[in-house]
């Protein structure tokens, strides 16, 4: 069961491949904000998989996040998030990224707790609604 309190981490070493002149976000070779919530999205997702039932999984709903410092291509910035609200199946984590020169983004992000066969079916569904 996820509760209050949950705490997760993660870090990856910024590359070509995770900057903002790559993925046509921007110009420059530093870390893309479309890449750091990415992060931030998955620190979140990883930290509470732990206590999720056999076929639940989070999806996110909601980013509200600023960047605050540029981090170049060859430092390592690490994402640490924490479950802060619970209302139902809406999983609230307050996020922050760090490089060593401190702190680079910070925010909320939100979850929401899914059976994943009727999150297929549903989405599966929106596909034939095309039709």
Partial sequence: MVETGIKGSNEILVT???TAKHIGS???LVLATPMMI???E???QESVKPYLEPGEETVGIHVNVHHHAATPVGM???CESEVIEIDRRKITFKVAVYDKQGLVGDG???RFLINVNKFK???EARKG???
Avoid: I, N, Q
């Fill in 16 to 18: 070509p491949e995770w």
């Fill in 26 to 28: 921007g110009t420059v």
């Fill in 38 to 40: 990415a992060l931030m």
């Fill in 42 to 44: 998955r620190t979140c």
């Fill in 76 to 78: 390592t910035v690490w």
């Fill in 108 to 110: 909320t992000h939100e």
């Fill in 121 to 123: 079916e549903k989405t």
């Fill in 129 to 131: 609604a095309e039709d």
